[in-house]
């Protein structure tokens, strides 16, 4: 093999993958509904809106906010199905479309992470599709955490795989440090003056008056730490390029010095988020993402078992109560995807939010069309299928029932209204967001200015 | 390894093409996070003349856009300034269109305001006549 082929399909400890794609799903389901979603009434407010493409705006409709909550809401659904199942090539090539459509239909959305995790999506598409059960196949010895189980029998669970999309998503993060790293070597930034301007925080606070009694000035100080960070990023450039080798068995010395190097995203990252920089749920992704290529697999194993021990044990159980049922005929089978579908898009379309019917009604066809397919192939991954999409479905609800997103979502649509003079809209913006206003967070005072502006009762 | 050659190639040239383009604020897809540039603090003022007037009058530009779109035009990004001007040329009796953005860098130095304007009739559009650069090594 060729140095770059060795490099591309040599071995990758399974976990690596399977974690990465799991984690990634798992945060983008949650990122989209608690950060993304509420600020879906922005969208075409106005009547004015410039996509990210020239083309994109020729050919794509003016979004408004049903168009974007909706097409949230789906990226979200599809998400943790994805995440909680044995993944879909194809899902993930749609959830991929989608979500890259999502921040591309409108300049109003300028996250750079957000484009990075279109780049994440197209490769995790590709990505093995690992279960736990590749991972940990022995019930036995999922139970006993991975030893030998009660009767003596050997587990063979998946060790290494061969995963070239993994390793080019480390190729695609160390580009990404690499690119920052340059912008961070211009005058500009070396000054210090940007980093102080971000670095207003407690933690460099002290720190800045740590170095202070050592005899450094402020200017110092910031000069100092903005060189650094390009020698940081360069160094987690390099780590991404090595990491992906690390579980080699011809180099088992790499493993030793790719431990450690996990110190400079994790921290960097860690700072970073110390910042209260306006930067969404970027960090959460780039700590899971060096977590996974950085750190031991064991470790990695470790976790994971523990943390998914109580969601596969309550699978296994489901799966062998299911499979001690006859398998169910093909009409049966149908009917009940046909009635997941109707019961969750009965829960999703009953969310009150702009798309939400329109994200129901998608997501009940998507669940019926992959639900009859199914049928016809397989009566296990039908059931998990199902299984995986009413799950979805659920947290979807809790989600936005525990949380203020759609407090949020109509108090910040009723604020542009207001600015905009649009006191109609505006007025039954805020009444809905006073249905869901947490205690104390309410804004009747602003609803009753709306109704003397309107000069209403 | 077609295919990832290409990929890679493609992570590659997409963020090079920045430092060939001649507009510095438009650091879409260059992995410019934090930089000096997006830390400009920029003033944005709109104005337009109506048909038929000689004196520009401001455009209460938190009453016609989302206060979003305000901090992308704040931010030179080109396109949406464009769009912007000939938004308010379709709204049927304005003559031209200016927007101003007046900036300063993080250390509060003043920089070259920024003006772009419209004349709605026949499309001829002004643009600063120079953009703000990174600074140079002295």
Known sequence: ?457 | MTFIAVFLLLQLLIPISYYLRDDPYDERFAWRMFSPIRQHSCRTIAREILQGETHAREIQLGRELHVAWISVLSRNRRPVIHAFLHHRCEAGNVSQVELLNVCSETTGEALEPQRYALRCGTLELQEPEEFIRPREEP
Not at chain 1, 178 to 203: C, H, I, Q, Y
């Open chain 1, 1 to 457: 093999m060729k140095p770059l082929e060795r490099y591309f399909f040599g071995d990758v400890d399974a976990i690596r993958p399977y974690l990465l794609q799991r984690g990634i799903l798992l945060l983008l389901a949650f990122d989209s509904w608690l950060d993304l979603l509420p600020h879906g009434g922005r969208y075409g407010a106005g009547g004015f809106n410039v996509a990210h493409f020239g083309w994109l705006d020729a050919i794509a409709p003016t979004p408004t906010p049903g168009l974007y909550s909706g097409l949230i809401i789906l990226v979200g659904l599809l998400a943790l199905t994805q995440a909680l199942i044995r993944p879909s090539k194809l899902m993930l090539f749609i959830l991929c479309g989608l979500f890259t459509y999502g921040w591309s239909m409108s300049m109003l959305d300028s996250y750079q992470h957000h484009y990075l995790l279109s780049l994440v999506l197209f490769c995790v598409a590709f990505f093995p599709r690992l279960t736990s059960a590749d991972l940990w196949p022995n019930p036995a010895e999922r139970s006993a955490g991975g030893k030998q189980s009660a009767d003596g029998e050997q587990s063979v669970g998946l060790r290494t795989i061969s995963a070239w999309p993994y390793v080019l998503l480390g190729c695609t993060l160390s580009i990404v440090y690499l690119f920052t790293a340059v912008t961070k070597t211009s005058p500009d930034w070396r000054e210090g003056s940007p980093l102080a301007n971000l670095g207003r925080t407690a933690l460099f606070q002290d720190l800045q008056s740590y170095f202070g009694d050592l005899g450094w000035s402020a200017d110092v100080f910031w000069t100092r730490v903005a060189t650094s960070t390009v020698l940081l990023q360069l160094g987690i450039f390099a780590g991404y390029l090595l990491a992906s080798t690390q579980d080699r068995t011809e180099r088992p010395w790499l493993r030793f010095l790719v431990w450690p190097w996990a110190l400079l995203p994790l921290s960097f990252h860690a700072a970073v988020e110390q910042m209260d920089l306006q930067i969404g749920w970027f960090s959460a992704y780039v700590i899971v993402a060096a977590a996974v290529f950085f750190l031991p697999a064991r470790l990695l194993r470790a976790i994971t078992f523990s943390l998914t021990w109580l969601p596969r044990r309550s699978l296994d159980a489901l799966s062998r109560w299911l499979e001690n049922d006859e398998p169910e005929s093909q009409s049966v089978s149908i009917g009940l995807a046909l009635a997941v579908a109707l019961v969750t898009a009965l829960i999703v379309g009953a969310t009150d939010l702009p798309g939400s019917v329109g994200a129901s009604l998608v997501f009940a066809i998507l669940i019926a069309a992959h639900g009859v397919r199914l049928a016809q192939r397989s009566t296990e991954r039908l059931r998990a299928w199902l299984v995986g999409c009413a799950l979805a479905g659920g947290c979807f609800w809790l989600a936005l029932s525990q949380s203020e997103a759609r407090f949020d979502y109509y108090r910040w649509m009723a604020g542009d209204l207001r600015r905009r003079q649009d006191y109609a809209g505006a007025l039954e913006a805020y009444e809905k967001a006073n249905r869901y206003a947490p205690p104390g967070k309410d804004r009747r005072a602003k609803e009753e200015e709306m109704r003397r502006r309107l000069e209403m009762p």
